[in-house]
Structures are given as C-alpha cells and as structure tokens.
C-alpha cells in the first residue's frame, strides 16, 4: 500500500470519527437495561435450578460483552466528544466488566500502536512466536508456550488470571493517576458485589455473575484472539512495518450474524477500528461499507474462524501461521542434526 493510498483511505474513514450524543446514550440504555433484567432473572431460575439459570446468563453474557466494548470505546475517547465525559462512564463500565479504565487504556493503546510488529511484542496483546524463536527455545519455554496457547487453558483460565486476578494489580512504572483509578475501580468492584451479595446472598450471587463473567471473558478473549491470529495475518519486523498495513491486513472483519454483531458491538469489523480507533463502534459498520478498499481485508466467519484455533506460530518465511504439528517435522529434523557426532 503506498503512502499516497494510505492518506486517502484515512480521509475516507474520518468522517466516521465523530460520536453522536444520542446514539451513545442509546446504547448504553440498550445494553445496561437489558442485562439488569437478565441478570434478575437468572436469579430467580436458580430457585428452579442452576442450569436453568444459565439460560438467561448466556445472553446476559452477552450484554455485558457489549457493555465491554462502551468501556474500550471510552478508553479510545470515541464513545463521547468530551474527554471526561469518556472517563466517567468508561470507569462505570470498567467496574462492571472488572477493567480499570486507566490501566487497560495504556496497555491497548500501546496494542493499537504495535500490533503485528514483532519487534515491539508483549503489551496488550497474544503471546506469539515465530516459527524461528519456538525451535531456537529451551525446552522448558516450547512447555509454558504449549500450554498458554491450548484453547482449555487460554479460554477457560484467561478470564480468571487476565481480568479477575491481573486487573486488581497496577502495571509498573504506573503513574500515580493511573494507580489511582485501579483502586477506585476496585473499591467499586467490592461495594457493588457486597452489595449485590446483601440484598440476594453472597451464594446466589457468585453463581449468576460467575457464570456470566466466565462466558463473557472466554468471549472476550476469543473475539481479541481470532481477529488477530488468523492463516494470513500482518506481521512485521519493525524496519518494514506499517502502520495501515498492519490495520486493515492484519486485523481480520469477523463476520458475524446480526445478532452476535448487536452484542459484540460490532467489533467484527475490527479493521476498521485499527485502522481509525476514533470512530465509536456504532459506526464501524456504516465505515466499512461506504469506504470500497476496506472490503477487500481478510473476511472470517464463524465456521471458519474455528480454524485459527491451530494456529501457534507465525512463520517468517511464508508470511503466515502454522500448527504446532505442522512444525513437528522440522522439530525433529533439528535434533537429528545436533544428535550426529562430529566427523
């Protein structure tokens, strides 16, 4: 993509970029109504049975995914025009969804300034290797690498670690504002669970909202997952890097039906918020469909993104990613080699 190109397919999304007070407010009542009333009502199913009540916390599950995705808006200061306006309802969203506002806004900026640059790996995004670094390392590191990519562990376990456990901690080298909002969202965290716990019992309580935190983050992680990592994906050593390329080559339009679209708040359409972070999700679609090249970017559905689910590694060479077993050979190939005694 020339320069020439990449400032016209800018000045064709920004005018996207500007959020709409009434829409915004709109999807706030439609998405936080919504799951107060699912939420009661997996309540009361549990005096018929638990599994009853997963009903309605499956699709609050996926309320409160959308409820992420006004947070992350906020935290791009897409979601209203004024900054602190952005702020406020972001930390009320962060409390909900268990993200402090500050925090995770540093670490997802640093994601949309990086992603797809294998040289500046390691902030807000997917743990991944290439092809290269996997058979060059220790034993002990291809183990630990194995087992944060398996899908039990980094679907089943990520929600606990990354948002109920990593959350709760400021980064290092933090600054005192952004120390500062972490506790505050833990404090509401607390009051509003204990409160919550009063008034139908801390029991009840920790089975409607766990239940409903541990779909919506395996979701979560699922949808940032599958929109990076994704058979011919963008990645690039810093020198050749690119901005643009890595935006819309390298972050893929999930397509999904218009339902799961309402609730993931259109973050299918994730190359069109790499490439312009401003414009509010309320938006995404309409950029995506008046602006011709974004067609174009890698397109996956729900039947195939169920392939991204072995891919492991990035290969350098061909510019794509592979399995695990697809590497076996080469595996074994290496240590043949280094097995040979010398002549």
């Known amino acids: 993509m020339t320069t020439e190109n990449t400032k016209i397919l800018k000045k064709q999304v920004a005018p996207f970029e500007k959020s709409t007070t009434k829409e915004s407010v709109w999807q706030i009542i439609n998405t936080i109504g919504p799951f107060i009333i699912l939420w009661y009502l997996a309540y009361i199913s549990l005096s018929v049975s638990f599994w009853l009540s997963l009903v309605p916390a499956v699709i609050a599950a996926g309320f409160l995914t959308r409820v992420f995705i006004i947070f992350h808006d906020c935290t791009h200061h897409s979601f209203f025009k004024y900054r602190k306006a952005n702020r406020v309802v972001g930390t009320a969203m962060g409390v909900l969804t268990l993200f402090p506002f500050d925090q995770w806004g540093h670490e997802h900026s640093v994601h949309h300034a990086t992603s797809g640059n294998l040289d500046k790996r390691g902030t807000g995004d997917i743990w991944t290797l290439t092809v290269e670094e996997y058979l060059a390392a220790p034993l002990k590191l291809r ?6 990519r398996n899908p039990v562990v980094m679907l089943g376990l990520g929600p606990i670690w990354v948002i109920l456990i990593k959350n709760r901690f400021n980064r290092k080298g933090a600054r005192k504002k952004e120390r500062m909002n972490t506790y505050l969202t833990n404090v509401l965290i607390l009051l509003l669970a204990g409160l919550i716990s009063w008034v139908v019992g ?40 690119e901005y643009v390329k890595a935006a819309v080559e390298g972050s893929s339009f999930y397509k999904l039906p218009k339902v799961l679209q309402f609730l993931t708040g259109n973050i299918g359409f994730h190359h069109v918020h790499h490439l312009s972070p401003r414009v509010p999700n309320y ?3 309409e950029a995506h469909e008046k602006t011709e090249p974004l067609k174009n970017v890698p397109t996956i559905t729900l039947a195939t993104s169920l392939k991204s689910i072995r891919f492991r590694l990035w290969d350098e060479q061909h510019k794509n990613f592979v399995s695990f077993k697809e590497i076996k050979h080469l595996t074994k190939k290496r240590a043949s080699v280094q097995a040979k005694p010398e002549l």
Request: avoid cysteine; hydrophobic fraction near 45%.
């Open 143 to 148: 183990i630990a690498y194995h087992i944060y």
């Open 283 to 285: 938006k995404l679609e």
């Open 202 to 241: 801390w029991q009840e309580f920790l089975l409607v909202q766990g239940s409903i935190f541990w779909i919506s983050g395996a979701a979560g992680i699922w949808l940032f997952y599958v929109q990076h990592t994704f058979e011919d994906s963008y990645f690039e050593e810093d020198k050749k890097w």
